[in-house]
Nanobody, 116 residues
Framework: QVQLVESGGGLVQAGGSLKLSCAASATFFRLNTMGWFRQAPGKQRELVAVVTGGGNTHYVDSVKGRFTISRDNAVNTVYLQMNTLKPEDTAVYYC??????????WGQGTQVIVSS
């Protein structure tokens, strides 16, 4: 059974930093490229960062240079270090395999609020 547990969100001022964590079930984690997604109020969920099993990373332009995705295969966890946060980064953040669809299993997410 897939498990995805996101944590680390919170309220931060613009320019601040947060580090998100996502603990996944072992088999699911090992078999998949993983990504961080976010969904802002009234908007569709978007993929913002990807890390392959080998550690290659990819980012959407809006977070390049500010966010860093990583994974620890020993503990089945994917991280998202977010620096220089902006109010437009405010969203609920989710991790999941890449690709994923709305019909797939999703965790509860973790809320990030960036105040101006």
């Amino acid at each position: 059974q897939v498990q995805l547990v996101e944590s680390g969100g919170g309220l931060v001022q613009a320019g601040g930093s947060l580090k998100l964590s996502c603990a996944a079930s072992a088999t699911f984690f090992r078999l998949n490229t993983m990504g961080w997604f976010r969904q802002a109020p009234g908007k569709q969920r978007e993929l913002v960062a990807v890390v392959t099993g080998g550690g290659n990373t990819h980012y959407v332009d809006s977070v390049k240079g500010r966010f860093t995705i990583s994974r620890d295969n020993a503990v089945n966890t994917v991280y998202l270090q977010m620096n220089t946060l902006k109010p437009e980064d405010t969203a609920v953040y989710y991790c999941n395999a890449v690709p994923s669809t709305p019909q797939d299993f999703w965790g509860q997410g973790t809320q990030v609020i960036v105040s101006s």
